[in-house]
Structures are given as C-alpha cells and as structure tokens.
C-alpha cells in the first residue's frame, strides 16, 4: 500500500467540496480532492440539480406550446425524439463536469478518482477501482459526501420498474403510468417532466399536504396546476403492498386508512426524500459520531469534534442544497487558512422548479407560527402584476414576513414562474437586514415581476400603487 500526504483532503467533489477546494488552493493550500467520478461535479450536476433543469427546461417548452392555445397560437402536437434529449441532457452535464475538471487543474489541485474512508483521525485509505489501495496522510479534512435517496418497505428500488431519481434522470424511457411515491420537490419535479413527455403520472403522499413544510397558500397555487396535469394527486396516501405481474406493478394504495382499489403502473418513483452519506467513511476510527439523523454535528466554523476535520453539505444539516453547501465549503477552507470567519447566513434561498416555481428564503409563515415568532404578513398577488398578465399567468403571489416592531424582513416566498430568479434579491434583503420601507423605496423596473417584491413591501403600509389596501395608523413615538 503506497502512501501520499497533503495539507487538506478534501472527501467528496460535489458543489460543497469542489468549491472548498477551489477557495482553499485559491488561499495557497495545497490540496487533494477525492471522488469515484471522472471529474469533479458530485450527485448535483450528475445526477441531480443539473440533468433534472435540463428535462424540465424541455418540459416548459411543451407546456408553453400548449398554454399558446389562450394567445391564439396553435402548435402541432409535440414529436418526442427520446434519444437525442437524453443526449442533449448527457451533453449538458459532460460539458459542466468537464469544465470544472479543468479548473481543477488550473488550480493545480491532486483528484484522485477513488472511494475514501478514515484509517485514523490523519489518515485516509482511498480504495481506486480494481481494488488499488493507497493510505493518504492529511493535516486537514473536510466531509463533503452528499446524501442519497431514502428508501420505503417495500419498494426497493432495482433500476428497471422501481426508479429511484438518478434511474428516473437516465431517461431510458417514457412509460405509459408512472406512480410517484413522494410529493417533494423531486417527485414534483420528476413527475412535471414525464407528465409532459407523455406518462400518465399519479403522485402519493403521506401526509395531508404537497411539499410538506411549505406554506400552503404557496402550494395551493401549485396544486391547482399539478392536477390538470397529471392523472391523479392523492394526499394521506400510502403504498400498502407491491405485486410485480406481467402487465406492471400492481399497487394497493391505503389512503386515510382505508385501502384503495388496486391499479397497475408500468414504473414507480420513489421519492421520499434523501439522506446524509456516511456510509463506509470510517468514522468509527475517529471521535466523529453522526447524529440520530444521519448528519454529523458541526459548530459555526464547519468543525467536527475532530478538530482539523470539517464537516460541509448534505452531511452536516438542513437544509440540503447544493449551493448552502458551496457556501460551507469555503467558510470551512478559510478557517483552515486562518481567517476568522463562521457560517452565519440569515436567508438560504430554496427553489422548486416546477410550473409554476415556488421560492422562500428566511423564515417562511409555516416556521413562523411553528416557532411561536410574533409577525406579520404583506402579500400582493400578481393578478394585479401588470407583466403577469402579459405572460397570461396570473396565478402568482408574493409575500414578505416582516417583524411586526422593526419592520425589518424577516423571510419572503413567491409562487409563480421565474420565482427562482426573483428570490435572489429577497435573500439580499434579509442579508442586509433591510426593512419594508427599503425594499419599497427601491425602484424597480417595469413591468417586471421582480415589482412584486417591491408592491408587497409596500402593501405593508397600504401604498401600493396596484393593491388598495387601507394604510395603517403611523407608529407612536415612545415617552
């Protein structure tokens, strides 16, 4: 067994670790980044956020063809070439993996494509294919492992009939009746884009809502959408038990306690949520224990209870998403660098991208009321949003939540199309620590949507040019 050292190994080159890498080299730190893939990119951009917003891109376009019909545009029925999008999808995400590869390079950072697992708390074996094994001492470590799909008795995924998301994404086929087991954002997504390829898609749920934790007027929105969409959305919604005949899967669903009729489906989603990777890691050679939930506890710098070694990503807490996880990664390379800095955002922006999206960043009402947070609310629908109602879609809404003292802006949620892009802003507001008056005196362009955010705000004190709204009486001075 050969052995190598570096300053910082970092395990895992998704968004998290490969940007912690990038940051960390950048500061004059000599590192080596692991990963079983070819090329830096992790579960992201190979089998997750990219190849999954490409689909959808292509399934945005069949359903804009076919919401023309309102416009008096009428496009022929689409002709689906299922190989050459898989390709276009491949392309995509070869052409991003790639690109970061070279930046790799550029950096002169050390990839060594192989599986790590801590022999000791400065020691790493990295296990190559072919069962090659070498030892690599380090000074530093930063976890960047990601997660991976949550399973459900009894449908353990086997790639042909039972999918997990990474199968769904591989775009083998589009079958005749899909059931998707899982009403989050990726059953949701998944679902949109075989439903406008042409699956007959049937969604279950467990619990009594869509998206679970997401504010329901925001869902609610979505909903309506999802159900002229697809065959069929079933809430408080198990799978009893599964058949495998020659004509499909024969499921019996239990829907509030009481069994449904059996049906058959071609394929089944299972998407029920993911879970932090720490398997085969060896941490058990360390003094670091993952917690109840799978994640491993860090403090504000990104440490472990090993102090040289970070934690970063999926593996080390909610939210799961790949850009908080890229912001971790370089609080955790310049705190190996020396810097004096901690992970401390007020607003992680989250996106769902289906049709139409669904955006918060901050504390969304739901958290509001669960924490017992004295607050208020400001909304403005955009029926009254002048560019709503150039794209004929005037289903959207925007609402702030606003700190009933200070007025500052605590948290903010759209749902509508291109919420994705507008949160951005939102997510600076809250940054900034501004208040409603800021964002309402901040003139934006129009017509956009983007003036929804800025009529919200300004709804709060009853201005709003769009939205009558009686004002509220002015603040008393104290004394």
């Known amino acids: 067994m050969t052995e190598k050292s570096t300053e910082l190994a970092v395990i895992g080159a998704g968004p998290g670790g490969y940007a912690a890498a990038f940051m960390a080299a950048d500061l004059g730190i000599a590192v080596t980044l692991i990963d079983p893939h070819k090329n830096p990119g992790g579960t992201c951009l190979y089998t997750g956020c990219i190849p999954s917003k490409a689909l959808l891109h292509a399934a945005h376009l069949i359903t804009a063809a076919r919401q023309a019909t309102a416009l008096g545009i009428e496009f022929a029925k689409p002709r689906l070439d299922i190989a050459k999008l898989r390709n276009w999808k491949d392309d995509v995400v070869t052409q991003l993996t790639s690109g970061i590869g070279q930046l790799v390079t550029r950096r002169k950072i050390h990839y060594i494509q192989a599986r790590a697992g801590f022999l000791d708390n400065n020691t790493l074996s990295l296990r190559r294919e072919g069962n090659e094994t070498e030892r690599l001492s380090f000074k530093h470590a930063i976890i960047a ?253 925007t609402k702030l939540i606003v700190d009933p003292d200070s007025e500052r802006i605590l948290g903010v949620a759209m749902v509508g199309p291109g919420a994705g892009e507008l949160i951005g802003e939102a997510a600076l507001a809250i940054e900034m620590n501004a208040n409603v008056e800021d964002l309402a005196q901040t003139v934006h362009a129009h017509p956009t949507l983007s003036e929804t955010l800025k009529e919200a705000a300004e709804a709060f004190h009853g201005t709003a040019t769009h939205l009558y709204r009686p004002k509220r009486p002015p603040k008393r001075e104290k004394g």
């Open 145 to 397: 492992t990601g997660s991976r799909p949550a399973t459900v008795a009894p449908l353990a995924p086997e790639g042909r009939r039972i999918l997990q998301s990474a199968d769904a994404l591989a775009l083998a086929e589009v079958p005749k009746k899909l059931l998707v087991v899982g009403g989050g954002y990726i059953g949701l997504e998944l679902g949109t884009v075989y439903a406008e390829l042409g699956a007959q898609v049937t969604v279950v749920e467990m619990v009594p809502q869509l998206m679970p934790g997401i504010d329901r007027d925001l869902v609610n929105v979505l909903r309506k959408r999802l159900e002229a969409l697809f065959e069929g959305i079933m809430t408080e919604t198990t799978v009893k038990s599964l058949k495998t005949q020659k004509n499909g899967l024969r499921v019996s669903l239990q829907r509030q306690g009481q069994t449904v009729q059996a049906r058959i489906f071609d394929k089944i989603l299972v998407a029920v949520g993911r879970r932090p990777d720490v398997s085969d890691l060896g941490l058990e050679h360390t003094r670091i224990r993952a917690d109840e939930g799978g994640f491993i506890p860090v403090d504000a710098q990104r440490r472990t209870s090993e102090a040289h070694i970070f934690a970063i990503g999926d593996v080390a807490g909610q939210p799961m998403l790949a850009h908080k996880a890229a912001h971790e990664g370089k609080i955790a390379a310049e705190v190996i660098a020396g810097r004096r800095v901690e992970y401390a955002p007020l607003a992680i922006p989250a996106v769902v991208f289906t049709d139409p999206e669904i955006a918060w960043a901050g504390i969304t009402e739901t958290e509001a009321k669960q924490q017992g947070m004295a607050y208020k609310v400001s909304r403005f629908a955009w029926a009254a949003s002048g560019r709503a109602k150039t794209l004929n879609r005037n289903d959207g809404l």
